[in-house]
């Protein structure tokens, strides 16, 4: 089945050691986005790709990269995570001019 | 900076039961998504809902917009222990093409 696959399910890293989050997808969709949630609270944007374009919002850490080596991968980077970076990384897809999206099954992330 | 806001907030509602969870927001947009979160899982897309006026219904629940009040619903009938889950609206403002959430509406049903 097409799908938007995120590997681990779980990630368990330390505080300030560097840890990647992968996402790939099988249904070829032009846009791909990361999305943090924290417990209790709503998703929220950290940026997205339409096609090779990156587009940051303007509140998203610094600490936070993402790269999109393909249509079908995209990864976000987690510089120097912080206890406060611990939540569910969410990653989606989408086909460009239909906004509906496609969830992964998110990547829990711990800071110990 | 747009707005989605969703009330209440928390519902705990008996089994058999109706009702409506709301859906406001602040900005231009005719384009509105209905999410279902069961704990520690991802979300599943439940209603898209792309014009004034669209309703949409999926056994227990229908979704309706109402784009020039920037409002839609979520009506609940007969509500079944199944249901229990948070459920978020999300926007996207004719301007961009990014989700928006609201902070979630986390719904509890009870025998």
């Known amino acids: 089945d097409a799908m938007v696959i995120q590997n681990p399910r779980y990630q368990v890293t330390q505080f300030g050691k560097p840890v990647t989050l992968s996402c790939s997808q099988t249904l070829n969709h032009n846009v791909m986005y990361w999305y943090q949630q924290k417990s209790s609270q709503a998703p929220k944007l950290l940026f997205h790709?339409?096609?090779?374009?990156?587009?940051n919002e303007a509140d998203t850490p610094d600490n936070f990269q993402s790269r999109r080596p393909n249509t079908s991968f995209c990864f976000l980077d987690i510089r120097s995570p912080g206890l406060g970076d611990a939540a569910m990384y969410l990653c989606?897809?989408?086909?460009?001019?239909?906004?509906?999206?496609?969830f992964g099954s998110g990547t829990q992330l711990s800071v110990l | 900076e747009l707005k989605v806001e969703q009330n209440p907030l928390f519902l705990s509602m008996q089994e058999e039961k109706n009702y409506t969870i709301y859906c406001n927001y602040s900005?231009?947009?005719?384009?509105l998504y209905w999410y279902r979160q069961d704990p520690g899982k991802s979300l599943e897309s439940l209603f898209v809902l792309l014009s004034n006026g669209a309703v949409k219904q999926e056994g227990r629940l229908m979704a309706s917009l109402d784009t020039k009040a920037r409002l839609s619903t979520l009506h609940i009938t007969a509500a079944v222990h199944d249901l229990s889950a948070t459920y978020f609206c999300a926007v996207v403002p004719n301007s961009g093409y990014a989700l928006n959430f609201g902070k979630g509406t986390s719904l509890l049903v009870t025998p």
């Open positions: 900005t231009t947009s005719d384009r």
């Open positions: 989606a897809t989408s086909r460009a001019g239909n906004e509906k999206l496609f």
């Open positions: 790709y339409y096609d090779k374009d990156f587009n």
